[in-house]
Structures are given as structure tokens and as C-alpha cells.
């Protein structure tokens, strides 16, 4: 079974410009979580989707960060403007159901700006 | 809202020995489950064991096995017979099934070194 795929890998970008992040789930799996995880810390749910929905965007900084979730399968987040406190992890993780909650994760994309 | 703690910010143990991570949590909830990541340098988030907090039974997973104390709201994780591939950061997380989305919180980790 193959696992979350996610692109890029590493990004570096200079402050104010914008990027892309793409995640495919385990084939599935309706809901999709981004995570945005500092270094030294522990990740922190940014958005949550289930199928094409959003369930919880309660944390995504709206005025640079957009996500969405078209046909219910891949799914992308975009930052625009970057600033350079949005050098992280971004994780991206997915799960079944409620009968089986466990979020399997992607490799994550390292971002840095400059 | 939920916290998730993790008291040890960096253990070490020797290849073959047994280590035990230290986990807690604050919740106000009943119905809830409790994880074990393991974050190595490749920094993929690979699940190492889960509880649900209705089962008095403590989890195991081959080497992994948990401590759950539901009403000291504790979960400690121990690593027997370590390995040099269990080196890694390793992180708590609570899932509060009650609420919508099932989302996670993490705590901060323990960065776990297995020395030869």
C-alpha cells in the first residue's frame, strides 16, 4: 500500500514571495490533516479536511495560507506572502475514518525563507 | 483544550538496554486515544503504538509497549532490547474522539539516542 506522498521535499524562498505544497493520501483515505511543525517542537494542525470539506481551519493563518482539497483526494497549501517565521515542517497526514483514526504521514516539505 | 507534556527533552541509552519515556496529558474528556510517533532524521512520522483510553490493557508492539495510567493521566511509552534504528524523536499526541475532526496534539518530543 503505498504511503502519503508529498512535494517538494525542500523549498527555499525569500520572504514576501509565495509556494506550493502538494500532498496525495493513502489511497482511501477521506480525511487529510496539514501540519506545520518549528523546529524543537511538536506538529500543529493547521487544517483539516474531510473528503472535499473543511472540518477545522481554526488555526491556518487566512491572511497568508490557503489549503483546499478539490475532488476530495490531493490536496495543496499555499503561502502567499511567506514571511520568515513560516520556516518549517509541513506534514501532511491522512486517515480512514473514525473507526480508525490513526493519521499515517507523508515525508514532509522542509521549507526555509530567506 | 487539551495539553500533552513530555517532561524529557533528550534520553540516552545504551544498544540493548531498555528506556522509558515519560508522557502527560490534561483532559476533561473520557472517550479519547493516546499515540506514540516516532520522527527520525528523515522526518517521516511513523506511528509506534495506540491506546484507546477505554481499555484497561496496556498496548504492546513488539519491543514497544505502553503504560497507561487514565486517571494519573499518564502514558508512558518504554523502548526494550533498544536498537540503533530507534534512534529518533519521539512524540506523544491525544486524540479527543469526541470532537469533531479527530485532530491530534502533540507534545514537544524526546529526542531519543541509542549509543553502541
Known amino acids: 500500500e503505498a504511503g502519503v506522498a508529498q512535494s517538494p521535499r525542500y523549498k527555499i524562498i525569500e520572504k514576501r514571495q509565495s509556494v506550493a505544497f502538494w500532498c496525495n493520501p493513502i489511497?482511501?483515505?477521506?480525511?487529510l490533516y496539514w501540519y506545520q511543525q518549528i523546529l524543537g517542537q511538536g506538529p500543529k494542525l493547521l487544517i483539516q479536511?474531510?473528503?472535499?470539506?473543511?472540518?477545522?481551519d481554526s488555526q491556518l493563518p487566512k491572511d497568508r495560507f490557503s489549503a483546499e482539497r478539490l475532488k476530495g483526494v490531493d490536496s495543496t497549501l499555499k503561502i502567499q506572502p511567506a514571511k520568515l517565521e513560516d520556516s518549517a515542517v509541513y506534514l501532511c497526514?491522512?486517515?480512514?475514518?473514525?473507526?480508525?483514526?490513526?493519521?499515517?504521514f507523508g515525508p514532509g516539505t522542509r521549507l526555509t525563507v530567506t | 483544550a487539551q495539553t500533552v507534556t513530555q517532561s524529557q527533552p533528550e534520553m540516552s541509552v545504551q544498544e540493548a538496554e531498555t528506556v522509558t519515556l515519560s508522557c502527560t496529558y490534561d483532559?476533561?474528556?473520557?472517550?479519547?486515544?493516546l499515540f506514540w510517533y516516532k520522527q527520525p532524521p528523515s522526518r517521516q512520522m511513523i506511528l509506534v503504538i495506540r491506546?484507546?483510553?477505554?481499555?484497561?490493557q496496556n498496548a504492546t508492539e513488539n519491543r514497544f509497549s505502553v503504560n497507561f495510567q487514565k486517571a494519573a493521566k499518564s502514558f508512558s511509552l518504554k523502548i526494550s532490547d533498544s536498537q540503533l534504528g530507534d534512534t529518533a524523536m519521539y512524540f506523544c499526541?491525544?486524540?479527543?474522539?469526541?470532537?469533531?475532526?479527530?485532530?491530534?496534539?502533540f507534545g514537544g518530543g524526546t529526542r531519543v539516542l541509542v549509543k553502541p
Open positions: 497526514a491522512s486517515s480512514f475514518g473514525t473507526s480508525a483514526p490513526e493519521q499515517y
Open positions: 489511497s482511501g483515505h477521506a480525511t
Open positions: 479536511f474531510q473528503n472535499n470539506g473543511v472540518v477545522d
Open positions: 483532559t476533561s474528556e473520557n472517550n479519547y486515544y
Open positions: 491506546q484507546e483510553a477505554y481499555k484497561q
Open positions: 499526541a491525544f486524540m479527543n474522539t469526541a470532537a469533531a475532526g479527530n485532530k491530534l496534539t
